[in-house]
């Protein structure tokens, strides 16, 4: 097993990483920018290295000194959390050219599912079920306009090397399909520095439901189970929910396998997640994350599994812990993405933390760098901790997310708690009742 990894990321996520090296008797190494030297990923690593200036570009993006702080402090393995370089394919390859274990999937998975044109072709091959669009780039207006006509609008224009939810822009008629189109491409150029972008059919009211996988490399693979991730705000993920109270027993089985099979077809190393939309009873893939994802604990809750310590155990060349009979989901787990904004209009509001008092209790794990006294830097994303609760049911799991909700203090920022107050009391969330557009529809979000 690895002696020391070095965890290239910030924030709650390299506390996680940090605390399942510890467990595994692993050193960690935190690096950080200027910004963060307080940062209690900092202080609970067991060495840290500054890597520069707060700007990610020149720390958290900054390869050369994450690769120089490795070497420094010895480190074998990086790991590169979600977000920054986490599904970046140039910096898996100058990983292992500098003699580290990268932890995650080859560079060449990477790259096949960083092109989502790719990627839905490879997921084509693979037999997975896909939303009607283009078969490649879309390079004008008038195909734009042509495919619109063709799969019905609305239609949605996408970054081919999209993520975020930047770069993409639903297309109403062909009237719009002028200013979208050139919005879309400005969006993710300006993004992703490439403004290659493709279409879709827009779907009126599917759910967000994407499976959690596990592969070895060499063509084993495995999945645990799904998780509803349809509440959004600008198609990003808010709360996600594990199982899905939308799939019957066939449909989970159904999804499920296809994703295994998919893996252990592309001989996919590491942890994954395959993404769908689903409407009227029918999946459609979306795209796939070659990473860790924000919302992997609620998979840890409903099947007792540590996600980060097999995505190490995989890196060390080991074979899956597990085999599919032995995943068991069990109750119910649902996940709040706290952030540093007010509730309603949605403005950062980063700065110090005067009062901070974390849930607890039976079923209740919160995943957080905050402490009193802490002061957040605006240079980095608003999400400051994750509540992740989970009960025997749906409705046990409610009833103790609104309790923990309740009981959460973060004193001298806003944050969204209110917010998610707010969703846990609505009849149709606590109905199981909703699709992507639910959440926006409830906060009088335009578009
Ligand atoms: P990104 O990589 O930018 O997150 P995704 O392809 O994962 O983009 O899509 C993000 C979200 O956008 C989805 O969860 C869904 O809410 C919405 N979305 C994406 N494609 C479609 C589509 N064809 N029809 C309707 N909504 C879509």
């Known amino acids: 097993m690895f002696d020391k990894v070095l965890i290239a990321n910030r924030g709650e996520i390299a506390l996680r990483i940090h605390r399942a090296c510890r467990e595994m008797g692993i050193q960690t190494v935190a690096v950080h920018s200027t910004a963060d030297s307080d940062a209690m990923h900092v ?35 990086i790991h590169p959390g979600y977000g920054f370089l986490s599904e970046n394919a140039r910096f898996a390859e100058a990983v292992e050219a500098h003699g580290f274990t990268f932890i995650g999937p080859t560079p060449e998975h990477i790259r096949m599912m960083g092109d989502k044109i790719i990627a839905k072709q490879t997921a084509a091959a693979l037999g997975l079920p896909l939303v009607p669009g283009s078969p490649g780039p879309v390079e004008t207006r008038d195909e734009v306009v042509a495919l619109g006509e063709r799969f019905g609008w609305p239609v949605l224009v996408k970054a081919v090397a999209g993520g975020g939810g ?26 992703f520095g490439n403004d290659s972008v493709y279409v879709e059919k827009y779907l009126a009211r599917p759910r967000h439901i994407e499976i959690q996988v596990l592969g ?5 693979g495995i999945h645990l189970g799904e998780r509803d991730c349809s509440l959004q705000r600008r198609h990003q993920k808010v709360l996600e929910e594990a199982p899905s109270p939308a799939l019957n027993a066939e449909q989970r089985q159904r999804i499920g396998e296809l994703a295994a099979a998919a893996v252990r077809k592309l001989k996919y190393r590491g942890a ?26 609620i998979t840890e809750a409903v099947t007792g599994i540590d996600l980060v310590r097999e995505q190490i155990r995989i890196a060390n060349g080991a074979p899956l812990g597990m085999t599919q009979d032995d995943i068991v989901i069990q109750g119910h787990a649902i996940e709040c993405r706290i952030n540093a904004e007010h509730p309603e209009t949605f403005v950062p509001c980063p700065g110090r933390v005067v009062d901070y008092h974390p849930p607890g209790g039976l079923g209740v794990r919160v995943d957080s760098g905050l402490y009193t006294g802490y002061v957040m830097p605006p240079y980095y994303d608003s ?4 509540l992740i609760v989970n009960g025997g049911t749906r409705n046990e799991c409610l009833m103790r997310l609104r309790r923990s909700l309740e009981e959460f203090v973060i004193g001298g920022i806003d944050t969204t708690i209110p917010l998610h107050l707010r969703i846990v009391g609505e009849q149709s969330f606590i109905d199981g009742e909703y699709d992507i557009h639910w959440l926006e529809k409830l906060v009088g979000l335009k578009r």
């Not at 062909?174 to 993004?191: D, N, Q, T, V």
């Not at 999400?383 to 994750?386: L, T, W």
């Open 216 to 220: 070895d490399g060499k063509g084993a």
């Open 383 to 386: 999400m400051v901790a994750k």
């Open 43 to 77: 202080r609970l690593a067991d060495e840290s290295v500054c890597i520069g200036p707060p700007p990610a570009r020149d720390s958290y993006l900054n390869i050369p000194a994450i690769l120089a702080a490795a070497t420094i402090a010895g480190a074998d393995a």
């Open 166 to 191: 930047r770069g993409m822009k639903v297309v109403s008629d062909a009237a719009a399909a002028a200013e979208a189109f050139s919005l879309a491409r400005a969006e993710a150029k300006a993004a």
């Open 272 to 297: 994954g997640t395959l993404e769908f939309l689903f409407q009227d009873g029918e999946f459609y893939f979306i795209e796939m994350n070659t990473r860790l994802q924000v919302e992997h604990p």
